[in-house]
């Protein structure tokens, strides 16, 4: 693990002991659990005293059957620090049935539409926020699409009764345009 | 509503225009309009000709992308994923074939790495070029559109010569590309690279001087450093503010760091300082692709593990490109193994370790970041695009207020949003 | 549809038909409805390259109330849909669809719940392209059968 970003999770488990865990580093990128609770002020420490100027992704997922209900949803903040190059991402468990989590675009402005387009497609509530409505879908929509017990949609694709010519007549040229260049 | 008397003549103007002070029009702008950046609606609440609040309407062009790759294999989501930001769809497909092989823990070889590179700097040109056409469209400079879709043309020509298709193309998969270099395609490229740098000093003589241009586009759509980190915006648009931030510099991907090249900034904060930035970053990416060309190693283009690698040896056959010959010799006749693992790669695909992991690249409008969440199946849990026009369009309120609506048309413009990565 | 409604009932005209029918394919106005990423090859058909201009068809008017052809180009969204029924009910008569793309045609790769699954469900198509996204020559070549079909379109009908 980098050196600053070592520091980085020293200072956060120092500064908020209760809400933010040790760090876990995987695939080359480092991760901690955060509680929901007091998000915002873990976001503000990072941005006012460790520089991360950058919240670059605000992204949901829903882990229906293959995580415990009270930890179906994550919530991850991917933060990036610019001056010190490195990417730190922050991961909050949300329960079935409790979803809401504090708003953090007090501190990055950034999270405005990310956080509404996490509402949109899981239904996690950002107390807080200026401004919290659906951001592709349309405003009348029922259901939250990106949940795993969402339906796909669509319609159903029937191939029935079809019948395909042996490739000699299906690859002869089709019949010209008719274009008879002139008025007929 | 109240009902007011007006003289002809005009001459009580004044007093019709002080009693209206409280009132602001709302027009809506789009989602079908001719500044044609795609479905984007702007809402706009003006006085007069002055823009107090707009508010961004997006969503029309949803498509449920990431939905869809959690039904489909790993290899079949990046036909999916070619389709989010349309006019850079190799950079699409390298994020996540990136982000695949991350969690895959396999790296494509070397001579797949150059030509993702090469592919990835001429869809910044191409990209880049129909900001210029359409941006320079929109503020009257109708030959830009012009000139700027016909050298895409020809970039568009090498593109269909080395991967079949003029857009959207699935060339890069996890593990490598799809095929090799067809023989002339160098050349081709060669001779781009010969032609092209005079027909961007011609666009540069056409708009840098040019009164019009100059007025359109300096000093409106300001944003300040400070603002465009808060706000989330990177690329050209970070870079015009003076912050010299390129993930192709920072965190190279895909053997960036053996190429040499410049990260242009501008001090300008406005739209001008953006289109200055585009410009020199077209001709950085000539250099790029130059050195690409000239040092393309040699070797597999895929890597070699059977059970990950796409099974297409592809030959030109009597009717048309399909399975070479001594490939279906092998996999019908000598070895069941080859079998079994053609397919299964075809009907199953591969299974991915499970884990997550958030790539990010640079794309031609900025941080383009693929959050992939994988439970170890054959197909994506979850794919989440961080895509840079969605958090670059959050900007456009904050640089119009209080300019004029045609201020309006050069800000977004200048943003250069694709609604196929806004609204995915 | 246009003209016809004009005309007194029960009068046959050849010429005259014959020569409407071609002044209407002289220079139908496409209306901008370009969504996706077909929309970038319709603009690059209308470009210098394979030129929309020999046909009369390079202005492509903002305002639908000018404009004779709508070619919708790119896929369709649940949100989006009113709105292309709105612009289509806009264009005067008479006019005509062509669904460009697979998308438009029958909702292309995207069979879920967020594109509307062919955009005939919305408005009545004269042409299908399919592609994805479909050469400049294929769209040319639906505008030039767009043509021949209304050549012999009866002016009258019963």
Redesign the interface.
Known sequence: MDEALQHTCAGLRERFPEQVSEPEE????VSVRVRPGRIAEVCAHLRDEEGF?????V?????LG?APPDERFLV?Y?L?S?SK?V?L?LRVFLPEGQEAVPTVTGV???A???ER?VYDFFGIIFEGHPDLR?????DDWEGH??RKDYP??GTKVEFKGARVPP?DIR?QPTTTTGYPGRIA | MSTRELHLGGSDWDDVVAGAEDETMIINMG????S?H??LRLVLELDGETVVNCSPV???????????TE?RSWTQGV??VT?MD??APFHNEMAYCLAVE??L?IEAPPRAQAIRVMLAELNRISSHL?WLA?GGMELGALSM??YG??E??TI?NIFELITGL???HAYIRPGGLIQDLPDGAIDQIRDFLIDFPKKLNDYENLLSNNPVWLDRNKGIGRLSAADA??????GPMLRASG?A?DLRK??PYSGYERYDFDVPTSDACDCFGRYVVRLAEMRESLRIVRQAIDDLPSGPIMVADPKIAWPAQLQLGA?GLGNSPDYIRKIMGESMEALIHHFKLVTEGFKVPV????V?IESPRG?L?Y?V?S?GGPKP??V?V?DPS??N??SVPHMVRGALIADVIAAVASVDPV??GV?? | MGIEEKLPSGILLTTVSKFVRWARTGSMWPA??????C???M??TG???HDLARFGMEV?R?S?RQADLMIVA??V????AP?LRQ?YDQMPEPKWVISMGACASCGG??N????VQGVDQIVPVDEYVPG??P?PEQLMDAILKLHTKIKAEPLVKG
């Open positions: 995987t695939f080359g990128e100027e950058l919240l670059s992704d992204s949901g997922v829903d882990f293959v991850a991917h990036a610019l190059n990417r991402r990055y402005p950034t405005d539409w990310q387009e659906r951001i592709l879908m349309p699409p990106q796909l949609g490739p690859r | 989602p079908q309009h001719p044609t795609g479905v997006i969503g029309y062009l949803h498509t449920g992308i990431e939905k869809n039904v036909t999916f389709r349309y006019l991350k969690l823990g129909v359409t559109m012009l879709f016909r895409r043309e568009l003029r857009m959207n980190l808060a706000l989330g915006v990177t912050v931030h920072s965190a009717d884990g997550e992991v958030y990010p941080e970041g959050h969440v439970t849990w979850r989440h961080r969605f958090i369009l959050q609604m196929g609204d995915r | 901008t409805f370009g969504l996706a990423c929309a970038i090859e603009m690059a470009a210098a390259h492509f903002a639908p790119g896929r969204s649940q949100k989006m709105v612009i790769m995207f879920n719940y967020a594109i994805c996204p050469r």
